[in-house]
């Protein structure tokens, strides 16, 4: 994880780039002071809850359902999706026995030798993305060697004629199916499958990925922005809706996260033309806040004021790329939208600031966002936003039994799942925003779309 360069330093990628024009920030007085080691332990506490309720009713499988207290698997078959999602929080929590008892059952069970279709995109990031950051962490050899397995039979996703991945996979025969996907399932492969290559020493892996992400950015539009929906045989959009959320959002995560982690001057030149088109094109300013809303890629006419919790990932990869005060100003306003119901609905109309989608789906990104400001800024503002989330989520989605997600926060109707990024983003981000900052080492780490730590050691 070549963070290469330190956080505040990170300027330097994104040099050149226009300025976001805030306001002069107006001065509040200082948030009280929070006992960070407190909050620690308290998220290690809940992360033991959590896993414990995993452990009891779901293991061995892929999900955890709390309040039927059952599980899921997502393809009839279980890939361990939970345990590898999980396994390298554990070990950065410092949860032992959990931690070890979560590698027994990976080195022991799973296989990847099965005759189902899975998506490529979801299972890259949850999986592959795992078994790498966990191998790093731990040095289990097994891990690498289950990630080399399901690389490789990964890897025919590629076999298209643009050089785009289709969306679907056969782990067992490499039967590649569904043309028709979108620029995240494209764009947020090269992380993992980049640093495989460079653990294996087979350059394909890594040579497919970045092309995958070359043919998509080269398919930009006249005004440099992509669209919701692409056909990766005939190279054609489908959907011409451009925006930061979600099927789009990691796609402009990985060109800055690739460039640092792999020092890759294409991504880095992608990166820059990209954020300015976004910034220039769907930054939007409505009642004093700003926000990114949606466009077509083509004529820049605005078709919507929609924003929601995943594009929430956005400051912080702001702070990445070194636009410091746009990131603070955004991510006031993802927090304007958690104070709607005192917890983030999916999506909000931001003009008429009316909720358009109001489940809660346990996400990181909104905490992910306060921990990269915390760490660039050292301001204790963002240790109190830290707190507001970590409390809404124990007053609204813990139960007996773990934790669950929302169907609605305008009732407070409780869902029926876990999923397994709760255990690898949500709570991994609640402790690095509350833990010392010599708890993560932004110098040679970077983490991927699904928080997994991968380490520049090649």
């Not at 929070?34 to 896993?51: C, F, G, N, P, S």
């Not at 929590?93 to 990847?112: C, M, P, T, V, W």
Request: charged share 25%; glycine share 6%; net charge negative.
């Amino acid at each position: 994880m070549i963070a290469v360069r330190r956080i505040c330093s990170v300027a330097l990628v994104a040099s050149g780039l226009a300025a976001c024009a805030a306001p002069p920030r107006v001065p509040h007085p200082p948030p009280p002071r929070l006992d960070r080691a407190a909050l620690v332990e308290r998220v290690r506490e809940e992360t033991r809850h959590a896993w414990a309720a995993y452990a009891k009713y779901a293991w061995g499988h892929d999900e955890l359902r709390p309040m039927t207290q059952a599980p899921r698997d997502w393809y009839g078959e279980s890939l361990l999706i939970t345990p590898v999602d999980a396994l390298d929080t554990l070990v950065m929590l410092g949860l032992g026995d959990e931690a070890a008892a979560a590698r027994k059952l990976i080195d022991e069970q799973l296989s990847f030798d099965k005759d189902i279709v899975v998506k490529n995109f979801e299972i890259t990031i949850r999986v592959l993305g795992g078994l790498l950051s966990s191998y790093q962490l731990t040095g289990d050899r097994k891990l690498l060697w289950l990630a080399d397995d399901l690389g490789a039979r990964l890897l025919p996703v590629f076999e298209s004629p643009t050089g785009m991945p289709y969306m679907f996979v056969n782990l067992k025969t490499g039967k590649p199916s569904g043309s028709k996907t979108n620029p995240a399932e494209i764009g947020t492969l090269l992380l993992e499958f980049g640093t495989l290559s460079k653990l294996t020493q087979k350059p394909a892996y890594y040579d497919k990925a970045k092309a995958a992400v070359m043919k998509l950015y080269e398919r930009r539009s006249a005004l440099g922005l992509v669209g919701e929906e692409i056909d990766v045989e005939t190279g054609r959009w489908l959907r011409s809706d451009s925006h930061v959320g979600g099927g789009i959002d990691s796609y402009y995560e990985y060109l800055l996260k690739a460039a640092i982690l792999f020092d890759d001057e294409d991504l880095r030149r992608m990166w820059k033309t990209s954020v300015a088109a976004l910034n220039d094109r769907l930054a939007d300013e409505a009642g004093g806040h700003l926000w990114y809303g949606q466009v077509d890629m083509n004529s820049g006419r605005r078709t919507a004021s929609e924003f929601g919790a995943l594009h929430a990932f956005l400051p912080a990869v702001l702070v990445l790329g070194g636009e410091l005060d746009r990131a603070r100003r955004l991510e006031a306003s993802c927090f304007q939208m958690w104070q709607l119901r005192g917890i983030e609905p999916e999506v909000i109309d931001y003009r008429a600031m009316a909720i358009r989608s109001p489940r809660y789906q346990l996400r990181p990104e909104i905490i992910e966002s306060a921990w990269y400001l915390r760490r660039a800024t050292g301001d204790a503002e963002y240790l109190a936003m830290g707190k507001t989330f970590f409390d809404a989520l124990l007053a609204h989605t813990r139960t007996p039994d773990g934790y669950t997600v929302l169907d609605s926060v305008e009732t407070w109707a409780k869902g029926d799942l876990m999923p397994s990024y709760f255990l690898a983003e949500t709570v991994k981000y609640l402790y690095l925003l509350f833990a010392p900052d010599d708890a993560f080492d932004f110098d040679r780490v970077v983490l991927t779309t699904e928080a997994h730590p991968l380490r520049h050691t090649w």
